[in-house]
């Protein structure tokens, strides 16, 4: 019997009410799990506006390459602003929100955390690292796994029209394989068994699996939203900002920065900027998902493999496109808002803090900062705000594998 098995007919809690939370509650519930979604005031004034009585639904075409697919009419357990209602008695808790509101979220849920819980933070955004620190500061002794994912199991989109936000969510794509971590990493194989009890989680297990990272420095470093999202979003600026003026009477919601944007100069970055990140893990002493540089050029760029496997899909740069995401919009939008003072920012200050260089990166950073008047290496995260500033790599280590924390 798995020591796992507990949680097969114990509720899921789905935290955070946007595209991501919102697909994978209404996942779970059409693949016959009891869920109950929560959102935080003020924002669910308007993400779960009726939605306990409309449910929540998903299509779209969910493209990936076994052709998983699943669609219909959720309704949900129970819809709520009342964390510690969400989670009490849930076996599973999935934290689906961007990393602004981590903290926030996280504060609420830690006084109710109860044995035996297993949270996966999807996408990761080194939240399992800033979990830890504030269980520590809050005294919480609670015995749960908490681990989180390099990116979201889908690419998902909610439906919207005049600043009204529908009870429906749109699939681009199903990942079939996702890198996971545990903090430590001594919970590694109980966190990766609880996947089979998660149903958003359907097209992985039964694709080509979840995949075991070294360390959730490993599921930071393959994220793969700051090494896209940030260099095609700053370097495509003008396309993206002339969109629907300049370029013609396009329709401004419908640009795409994959579709729009990418070309052989902006994907040279991204390879440089991955390559970056490739120096830092291998300086630490984790590992980071693999990628040829071929996989950048492509107008999916290395997204792609996340749903279709490798070597399975190219997408030529000179050639049009409709496989591909809308967005952004704007420059003050989560590709920057949130890749840059999160992702970004963290790979400096490990660069620093382990002496490795990562000069593209910092351009990134001083572009984002000029474009919106910040200064993302003063703003944003810190290695002391996630419980790892001034730590030796052998302190790391030890730390990330064995959660032995040595205060400073």
């Avoid at 981590?102 to 999807?122: A, N």
């Amino acid at each position: 019997m798995s020591r796992t098995e507990y949680l097969k007919e114990m509720p899921i809690t789905v935290l955070g009410a946007g595209a991501v939370g919102k697909t994978c509650a209404a996942d779970c519930a059409l693949a016959g799990q009891e869920v109950r979604l929560f959102d935080m005031l003020p924002f669910a004034e308007k993400t779960l506006r009726n939605v306990e009585r409309t449910g929540i639904e998903i299509d779209g075409i969910q493209r990936n390459l076994y052709n998983f697919k699943r669609s219909g009419i959720a309704k949900l357990a129970m819809v709520t602003t009342d964390i510690q209602q969400a989670v009490k008695s849930a076996g599973i808790i999935i934290i689906a929100m961007p990393a602004i509101a981590h903290e926030i979220v996280f504060r609420q849920l830690i006084p109710y955390l109860e044995d035996g819980q297993v949270i996966h933070i999807t996408t990761d955004n080194f939240g399992t690292l800033l979990f830890r620190k504030l269980m520590r500061e809050m005294n919480c002794n609670k015995k749960i796994i908490v681990g989180g994912w390099s990116s979201a199991p889908f690419g998902t989109r909610v439906e919207t029209a005049g600043g009204f936000i529908f009870p429906k969510c749109s699939m681009k794509y199903r990942a079939i394989s996702l890198r996971g971590a545990t903090m430590p990493m001594t919970d590694i194989d109980d966190f990766m068994d609880t996947v089979k009890y998660i149903g958003c989680f359907d097209a992985v297990t039964s694709g080509n699996g979840p995949q075991t990272a070294e360390t959730v420095l490993d599921i930071g470093f393959s994220n793969i939203n700051p090494v896209i999202h940030v260099p095609a979003t700053l370097l495509g600026v003008s396309t993206m900002e002339n969109w629907g003026k300049i370029f013609g009477d396009f329709d401004k919601t419908g640009y795409s920065m994959y579709a729009h944007a990418l070309c052989p100069s902006i994907c040279e970055v991204q390879y440089r900027f991955y390559q970056e990140e490739i120096a830092l893990a291998d300086t630490i002493g984790v590992d980071l998902d693999r990628y040829e540089r071929e996989d950048f050029f492509s107008r999916r760029s290395v997204l792609s493999i996340e749903y279709m496997g490798k070597g399975n899909m190219h997408l030529p740069l000179d050639e049009p496109t409709t496989e591909a995401n809308t967005g952004p919009n704007s420059i003050y939008h989560r590709y920057i808002t949130e890749d840059v003072p999160v992702g970004c920012k963290i790979y400096h200050e490990l660069g620093l803090q382990y002496g490795v260089k990562t000069p593209v990166i910092d351009s990134m950073i001083t572009i984002a900062s000029a474009m919106l008047k910040k200064d993302y290496f003063e703003e944003g995260y810190s290695l002391e705000y996630l419980g790892i500033g001034n730590m030796s790599r052998e302190e790391l280590l030890e730390y990330l594998h064995k959660g032995t924390y040595s205060k400073k």
